[in-house]
């Protein structure tokens, strides 16, 4: 059996405590391997080192050759690319195909991206007139902000947590990383990458464990953290930015969503179609901006929700090495008994079960699985609680429109704001619409469309915060304005 070890300057440990607990496969409930838990001594012991790496080499690095070596970890990626494969798919059932397109590339690509973007970013000066007529130059400077905590969540845990270590090395900092409890293997291997790269030891730090009186907490109050990064819950965030108010900690958080996606009837109905099934059931529907709120206006609502039932029916499950999968299992039994509790309570609210709504037949090597059916609903009051809290699941519920001013208060009327999708032939109507979009992203005839340069980030209960491109630079680094009197 395999067995996970924290990553603390440069060395894989077992927890000082002994604890250990199990990661286990979704798709089959099977125990994959063993993972050590940690504690305040591991925490300890990764903030210091995290510290000491910036004291050392690392900090006195030039910033060519701190580059150099962030490419060589993303080549390092590419080189173990089929092993880092299997170890998500393995962690999280999500099929070969979505992996090999989107988490493990993406993983080595937030390392070159972020370390020729710091490189290539240019200084803020300005000239200032003074009484004296000789003048005044400003110029700022950037510092990296120091240990950065990094904790991630499990639904794309190599892209997720790279997205945030990427820059965050890059711009000089160290880092310690809870990965989430679900899915600890792509996180724990990229110490050995580190290594192979040669970042020196204590720059990348990893510590595994869980949230509540765990690693997770135990990270967010420790005083030698300098600003914490979280992707995950709502919840969860709140319960980290009171860790982080002791301290006057930063804080950038990626929380939940309840995203819309509005279908105007002019709408090419094939790319709609095919852009909303990726965007409801990618992933089993476990991605951040996917939607779960379908706006379709009134002439073309009955085809798009015929369409979109067909659409769900031809996913294949599977196991992920399978051939021709495109749906896994959700993470967890924990978490399907949640989605199915969202299930029940579509039915006792009064949905119109369109597809799915329930668990489906597999067979015997999937018993202990977490598998469910992708769920189509309409029928629901705007004010139903399906409607309205994130679920997390594949399933979304489609509700009939009749004009724009009427669909953005629909699609507006939520706590959340992360993402949205408009899907129209009339690129004026989708400027019109997106800029009144509460939401941190809007795709036009498009979803998942991402390049690393731009800002990612929701608004209202979805976030604090914008990394992505140059945006990440604030919160990953520390200004400081020199003022030479000429
Ligand atoms: P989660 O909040 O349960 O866990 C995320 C991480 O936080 C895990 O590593 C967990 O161990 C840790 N954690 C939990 N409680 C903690 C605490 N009190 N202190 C410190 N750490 C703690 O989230 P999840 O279940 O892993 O992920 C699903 C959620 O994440 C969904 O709500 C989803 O919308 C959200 N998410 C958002 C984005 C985004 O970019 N906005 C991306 C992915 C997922
Ligand atoms: O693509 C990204 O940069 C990103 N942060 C994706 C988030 C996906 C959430 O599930």
């Not at 701190?66 to 173990?80: C, P, Q, S, T, Y």
């Not at 240019?122 to 110029?139: I, K, V």
Request: with cysteine; glycine share 12%.
């Amino acid at each position: 059996m395999k067995e996970i070890r924290h990553f603390i300057n440069g060395e894989y440990l077992g927890s000082d405590s002994g604890r250990i607990f199990d990661d286990i496969d979704p798709a089959s409930g099977e125990v994959i391997a063993r993972v050590h838990e940690g504690g305040q001594a591991e925490i300890d012991a990764a903030a210091r080192a995290a510290r000491d790496a910036l004291d050392g080499e690392w900090g006195h690095m030039p910033v060519a050759q701190r580059m150099e070596l962030l490419h060589k970890v993303a080549d390092g990626i590419n080189a173990r690319f089929e092993e880092f494969l299997i170890a998500e798919c393995q962690d999280t059932g999500k099929p070969r195909s979505l992996a090999s397109h989107i988490d493990i590339p993406r993983g080595a690509a937030n390392f070159k991206i972020f370390a020729d973007l710091v490189k290539n970013v240019p200084t803020e000066t300005f000239h200032m007139d003074t009484p004296d007529g000789a003048g005044a130059l400003n110029y700022a400077v950037r510092h990296p902000k120091g240990v950065i905590g990094v904790i991630s969540p499990w639904n794309l845990p190599l892209l997720l947590m790279t997205w945030k270590v990427g820059p965050a090395l890059a711009c000089g900092n160290t880092v310690v990383v809870k990965p989430s409890e679900e899915t600890p293997q792509t996180t724990a291997l990229l110490g050995e990458v580190m290594n192979e790269a040669g970042i020196p030891n204590g720059v990348y730090n990893v510590v595994h464990g869980f949230g509540p009186d765990s690693a997770g907490e135990f990270l967010t109050r420790h005083s030698q953290v300098d600003a914490l990064t979280f992707t995950g819950e709502t919840r969860t965030g709140t319960a980290i930015m009171k860790a982080a108010a002791d301290g006057i900690r930063d804080v950038s958080f990626e929380l939940g969503g309840k995203n819309p996606a509005i279908v105007f009837a002019d709408a090419d109905m094939d790319k709609a179609i095919e852009g909303t099934m990726r965007s409801a059931f990618a992933n089993c529907g476990q991605v951040c901006f996917g939607t779960e709120r379908v706006y379709v206006q009134r002439p073309v609502f009955d085809e798009f929700v015929a369409r979109l039932k067909e659409g769900a029916e031809s996913l294949r499950m599977g196991h992920f090495e399978d051939e021709g999968v495109n749906f896994g299992p959700l993470i967890s039994q924990e978490h399907r008994d949640k989605v199915l509790g969202y299930y029940r309570l579509a039915e006792e609210e009064g949905a119109t079960v369109v597809t799915g709504g329930g668990v489906p037949d597999m067979d015997a090597r999937f018993g202990g699985g977490a598998w469910i059916q992708p769920t189509i609903w309409t029928g629901l009051d705007d004010d139903a609680r399906v409607v309205r809290e994130e679920i997390f699941g594949p399933c979304c519920h489609i509700r009939p429109f009749d004009d724009e001013d009427e669909v953005l208060g629909l699609a507006n009327d939520t706590e959340y704001g992360l993402a949205a999708s408009v899907w129209t032939r009339d690129l004026s109507r989708a400027n019109r619409v997106a800029r009144r979009l509460e939401a941190g992203l809007v795709w036009v005839n498009s979803w998942f469309l991402r390049d690393l340069r731009t800002p990612f980030g929701g608004s209202k209960m979805s976030g604090i915060g914008r990394e992505g491109g140059v945006h990440g630079l604030e919160f990953y680094s520390e200004l400081t304005n020199v003022c030479i009197k000429l």
